[in-house]
């Protein structure tokens, strides 16, 4: 069961206790089966007897992945609990704590590649005096840093303009970006140890795991759309889809080989699907629903066949446009047998913002799949320019969200018998299901919309109730909606860019200073912006804070984009076929038959 509101159960601080155990004991049983030496030596000596990898780049995957597992869990089980229960009253629950964990563990990633590259002296691209910093490491710990310097700026954020529940918030997607931007991270720590690095099993599962962990990593973008509380336009919905598959899957495809687009995608479902059995009936939260990916991934493949014989750049376009028509068609109908909201018909005229996007997308994970397998990218700067300036693009333009001059009438009628409850401040209130009825004007207002329904949230659960025209401009609910004890519950509406609701019932917030709306028999409402409700503990404040969350974004953004791309690129212009990148991998594979040498003769001389 749920726990209390703003509360967590002592039993639930295993999540937080097994991951570090399991962490703590894989280093120690690397460094008991090391030999003798100091503690870094002999851990690195076990990564590269087991892996067969340099240990700078076993170490610092194996800990990012580790990272990136518990900073998933602690994210979906974060949101759900928030649409569930509503705004914590203590800052380290359980998501909370899990999320920070991960975040610094791409951290401690970084500083664990870095230091086994050190002692060994490992022939990477970049150096600081002595240290010796692989190009996935520095990415990570920058990736690392920007996610948690998050932390303090979202309390701060929230102490001057309230508690917000919007994912998009600046302070979010410094954390949210951080950790989605990682698995890209590990693509450069891997491909600068070499492509023939790794016994034949460990690179087996390593394609596996960075092609999980990437399609995983760019999809929790879409998270509010997956629990049904979008707070934008539907048209970002298939847009953030096509820019991820088109990025990821592409970019599988183009690394590993003819069929690694759906393999890709099949883990995807799998990945999410134990994601959605954990945080549903395993944690007792909203089960987070998502995309299928299979379809698009099949369009990938197929794209890719048709232009075997064609140049880098029309292959690319052809798999953009593949993935923005077809992929996206089986993702329409996904929707409408599994989708929180079902995508309209009215959205087909927009649907060229979700191509332009995988027609960008598409480039770009052609690029990094080359890249990352040791190939010359061999598309001209100003394509790739153009293809970032596209994929920014298709995410601008659903941005906008206005209103209409809507009017109705709302009726809510008891369902059935009251039952007792209190509000978060411990205040009386009835939980009342009640059916509502509108008759809205204009009488056409409705039509065409994405969705127009009843949410209800934070009551220890959420519900989307759907509403029945029953003639012209009137509607009822399908089934009655709770009220009462800490429910909220709206009537709202998206069409296009237009995003507005009116309350149904609401409780009193003394912390806020917000008197409670209740249900009427008969009332006269006018629909406002949807985020004024979705959102109603936001307030305005000082504007300086603002400044600080929004710059920090945008500059965390382009330094991790930045550095990213540095890293791409530097392996780019050592790839195999030029003199540098057969030396290094010549250096690389030098230093690792030096360890084992130095391995065996400690052995044999019993040190």
């Not at 030596?41 to 340099?54: C, D, F, M, N, Q």
């Not at 951290?107 to 002296?121: C, K, N, P, Y």
């Not at 399609?215 to 847009?239: K, N």
């Not at 995309?291 to 066949?305: D, H, K, N």
Request: aromatic content about 8%; glycine content about 12%.
């Amino acid at each position: 069961m749920i726990a209390a509101v703003g509360h967590t159960a002592t039993i639930d601080w295993l999540w937080v206790i097994v991951p570090i155990a399991l962490l703590a004991g894989t280093l120690g049983w690397l460094w008991r089966s090391g030999g003798q030496g100091p503690a870094l030596h002999r851990i690195a000596t076990s990564l590269e007897r087991v892996t067969g990898l340099p240990a700078w780049c076993a170490g610092g995957v194996m800990v990012a992945m580790w990272s990136l597992t518990v900073a998933v869990v602690g994210f979906f089980w974060d949101v759900a609990w928030h649409i569930d229960l509503g705004r914590d009253t203590e800052l380290f629950t359980v998501p909370h704590t899990l999320i920070f964990i991960g975040l610094l563990g791409l951290g401690l990633a970084s500083l664990f590649s870095i230091g086994l590259a050190t002692v060994e002296r490992a022939p990477t691209a970049w150096h600081l005096r002595r240290l010796r910093i692989p190009r996935g490491a520095l990415a990570l710990g920058l990736l690392s840093a920007g996610a948690a310097l998050g932390f303090p700026l979202d309390d701060l954020w929230h102490a001057t303009y309230g508690v917000d529940v919007t994912m998009w918030g600046p302070t979010h997607l410094m954390m949210i970006g951080g950790a989605s931007l990682a698995p890209l991270a590990m693509w450069v720590l891997v491909a600068e140890a070499g492509p023939e690095a790794g016994t034949p099993r460990v690179r087996a599962h390593l394609r596996r795991s960075l092609a999980e962990a990437l399609i995983v990593g760019v999809s929790t973008f879409q998270l509010e759309f997956d629990y049904g509380v979008p707070q934008w336009q539907a048209l970002y919905q298939p847009v953030l889809i096509a820019v991820a598959t088109s990025i990821a899957l592409v970019a599988a495809r183009t690394a590993f080989g003819r069929g690694w687009a759906l393999i890709a995608s099949l883990h995807f479902v799998a990945v999410r699907g134990v994601l959605a059995l954990l945080v549903g009936p395993g944690l007792d939260h909203v089960v987070p629903r998502f995309p299928l990916y299979i379809g698009i991934g099949l369009a990938v493949e197929l794209a890719f066949f048709l232009a075997r014989r064609r140049g880098l750049l029309m292959r690319a376009l052809l798999t953009g446009l593949s993935v923005g028509t077809l992929g996206l068609a089986t993702e329409w109908g996904f929707t409408q047998l599994w989708g929180r909201h079902p995508w309209q018909a009215s959205m087909l005229p927009s649907m060229w913002v979700a191509v332009l996007g995988a027609l960008g997308g598409a480039v770009i994970g052609i690029a990094l799949g080359r890249a990352a397998s040791h190939r010359r990218v061999s598309l001209p700067r100003p394509v790739l320019g153009g293809a970032f300036a596209a994929v920014v693009l298709a995410l601008l333009i659903p941005l906008p969200r206005s209103t209409a001059p809507v009017t109705a009438v709302v009726h809510a009628t008891p369902s059935g018998a009251a039952t007792p409850a209190v509000t978060r401040d411990g205040l009386p209130a009835p939980l009342q299901p009640v059916d509502v009825r509108l008759t809205v004007s204009p009488a056409d207002a409705m039509h065409g919309a994405d969705w127009f329904e009843a949410l209800s949230w934070q009551g220890g659960g959420s519900q989307i109730t759907r509403l029945v025209e029953v003639a012209p401009g009137e509607y009822r609910t399908a089934s009655p909606v709770p009220t009462g004890g800490t429910w909220k519950t709206i009537v709202w509406v998206a069409r296009h860019d237009v995003l507005m609701s009116t309350p149904i019932s609401m409780p009193v917030d003394l912390q806020y200073g917000q008197a409670p709306i209740t249900p009427h028999a008969s009332e006269h409402v006018t629909f406002v912006a949807s985020r004024s409700l979705l959102m109603r503990e936001s307030h305005d404040g000082a504007v300086w804070p603002a400044i600080v969350a929004y710059g920090g974004l945008l500059g965390l953004t382009l330094l991790w984009i930045g550095v990213l791309v540095a890293g791409f690129a530097s392996i780019d212009r050592g790839t195999p076929g030029g003199g540098e990148g057969r030396g290094r991998q010549r250096n690389l594979e030098r230093s690792l038959r030096g360890r084992r040498a130095a391995h065996v003769a400690g052995l044999a001389s019993g040190r």
